[in-house]
């Protein structure tokens, strides 16, 4: 009998209080790997819930100065927030490329960015930015204007054409703007659209006014 209530005291007990203070913290671990998708969004929607909304061009970029990307364009088509020809900068996501023209909805940052401390010295920078514009919905607020021969039409020229490519399942589009199917090239999702650029400036616009 002794020797049972020492086992009992010695090994189940605190197995015990470690299976029951090691449960919660599996929990909580568990809890902090779920991964979300950001929610779809109607493009109406976009334009009134961001600061500066217009077709821009990536000037210049810095990924080595701060510790998110900044980049430095210009507005090449304004519907809201700033006028065209004037510059700015925005974040915070990579891959946009030099030269590369968007169509953005941006959220004004009510803090701006800082260089890095080590990196204030190191080469050419911004500087401390105070006005810094950032890209919403985990990225899908920043649509790429490219030329592509992925519209209908029997002439070549109907079938190229600027347009603006969309991912419909995060930004949704009205059923008047027709899209057409995505480019295989390069392409991994068949949520991606192109609409025509002109079309969806003139929407934008009357949207705007």
């Known amino acids: 009998m002794f020797y049972?209530?020492?086992?009992?005291?010695?090994?189940?007990?605190?197995?015990?209080?470690?299976f029951i203070v090691s449960a919660p913290i599996a929990k909580s671990q568990e809890q902090r790997?779920?991964?979300?998708?950001?929610?779809?969004?109607?493009?109406?929607?976009?334009?009134?819930?961001?600061?500066?909304?217009?077709?821009?061009?990536?000037?210049?970029?810095?990924?080595?100065?701060?510790?998110?990307?900044?980049?430095?364009?210009?507005?090449?088509?304004?519907?809201?927030?700033?006028?065209?020809?004037?510059?700015?900068?925005?974040?915070?996501?990579?891959?946009?490329?030099?030269?590369?023209e968007l169509l953005v909805f941006l959220h004004h940052s009510e803090t701006g960015i800082e260089p890095k401390h080590e990196a204030t010295s190191s080469g050419f920078s911004y500087g401390p930015v105070s006005s810094?514009?950032?890209?919403?919905?985990?990225?899908?607020?920043?649509?790429p204007v490219k030329y592509d021969c992925v519209f209908t039409g029997k002439?070549?020229?109907?079938q190229c054409d600027y347009g603006v490519r969309v991912n419909t399942f995060h930004v949704v589009l009205p059923n008047s703007l027709k899209t057409y199917p995505s480019?295989?090239?390069?392409?991994?999702?068949?949520?991606r659209k192109w609409v025509r650029k002109a079309t969806l400036v003139a929407y934008l616009r009357k949207l705007s006014q």
């Open 4 to 18: 049972m209530t020492h086992f009992i005291n010695r090994v189940l007990f605190p197995c015990l209080f470690c």
């Open 183 to 191: 480019s295989t090239r390069g392409s991994f999702s068949e949520d």
């Open 33 to 100: 790997t779920t991964i979300s998708e950001p929610a779809p969004v109607k493009i109406e929607e976009l334009l009134k819930q961001a600061d500066l909304a217009a077709i821009v061009r990536v000037i210049s970029g810095d990924t080595e100065h701060y510790s998110q990307a900044v980049y430095k364009a210009e507005v090449l088509q304004p519907f809201k927030g700033l006028e065209k020809g004037a510059t700015f900068y925005f974040g915070p996501f990579i891959g946009f490329g030099l030269g590369e």
């Open 155 to 158: 002439e070549i020229r109907q």
């Open 132 to 143: 810094f514009y950032l890209v919403m919905y985990d990225g899908y607020s920043a649509l």
